[in-house]
């Protein structure tokens, strides 16, 4: 039995559904169930089931492990799929599926770590030819052969695999040096372990194989969810200006198109209209001050088509 009869046997109602794949626990889970709600995608999950059926859309949501996913899509077993580029890298399905969009969430990185009290190793070069213990056991290796300048076969340096709790393996005496994900740096910190090189920067994507076959609906989902993280950006900017200062008050806000110009009912004056990225608002909004604007506004954006 290959791995298609295999799940096609265990989703007996859903020949006619895309499948759509997301986290089922861990890091992802939430932001991942937070984005389907704000696509409109409805569903009712029944506790212990993996699959569950959109009631608004021919799609079938499938709660995978984040770290299978790209590797089902890749496969065609899975349409469309949510995973770190981390694990499309480790598990070398690049070329077999499409990125659709990086999602702005789950963003770490994929570091070498070695405990901080060994001063003699300040780089990754200083592991070259120890013992590496990892989960990340493809990415560490071509890491380090490219380290040492020896295709992988020949490189000496030793890489382990362990499933989880990858910082321990330093302090528990399996290695010299690890590779994990770190984000904030407490985990590696609580550890004693300090950063010597970065293989990876990560962050979440959404992927769908090569030769999807439902091409119209992902490129819906790729749609909305291409709106949702555009109003998740983006704020609406409204305000007054004499049109003598409208210049530089574009200069000021570009928008993403353009600013809408309308005239005001009073002799000279317009109101703008545009779109602010929500990290630079403050200042700009300072700025449109400086330059004479009035009644300076700002809507949130619920949703978005772009
Ligand atoms: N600290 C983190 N900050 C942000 N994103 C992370 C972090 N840790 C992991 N990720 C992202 O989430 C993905 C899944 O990691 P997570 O640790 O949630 O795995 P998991 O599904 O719970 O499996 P495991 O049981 O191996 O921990 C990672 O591949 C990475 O893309
Ligand atoms: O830099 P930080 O913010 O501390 O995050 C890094 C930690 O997050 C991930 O593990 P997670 O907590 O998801 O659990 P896991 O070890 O079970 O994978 C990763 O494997 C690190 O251990």
Known sequence: ??????????????????????????????????????????????????????????????????????????????????????????????????????????KCR???????????????????????????????????????????????TQVRFVSGSVEAACGLGLADGIVDLVESGDTMRAAGLHAVDTVLDTESVLITNRHPRFPKLADTIRQRVAGILMARRYVLCQYNIARSGLELAC????????????????????????MVEKKSLADTMDQLRDAGATDILVLQIANARV
């Not at 349409?79 to 694990?87: F, N, Q, R």
């Not at 071509?142 to 295709?151: D, I, N, S, T």
């Open 1 to 106: 039995m290959d791995d298609s009869t295999y799940i096609n046997a265990s989703l007996p109602d859903t020949s006619d559904r895309m499948l759509f794949a997301v986290p089922k626990k861990g890091r992802l889970y939430d932001q991942c169930l937070s984005l389907l709600t704000n696509i409109g995608i409805e569903f009712n999950r029944k506790p212990r089931h993996d699959i569950a059926l959109v009631s608004n859309l021919p799609i079938a949501l499938v709660f995978l492990p984040a770290a299978d996913i790209a590797t089902y899509v890749a496969k065609g077993n899975i349409d469309l799929g949510i995973t770190g580029l981390d694990i499309i890298r480790e598990s070398q399905t690049e070329n077999d599926v499409a990125e659709l969009m990086r999602l702005g969430f789950g």
């Open 251 to 274: 200069a000021i806000t570009p928008g993403r198109q353009a600013p809408t110009i309308t005239s005001l009912e009073q002799e000279g004056w317009v109101a703008v209209s545009v």
């Open 110 to 156: 994929l570091q070498v770590q070695a405990p901080a009290a060994i001063k003699e190793v300040r780089d990754a070069r200083d592991l070259v030819g120890k013992r590496i213990v990892t989960s990340f056991i493809n990415l560490t290796k071509q890491r380090f052969a490219e380290l040492e300048g020896v295709p992988v076969e020949e490189m000496t």
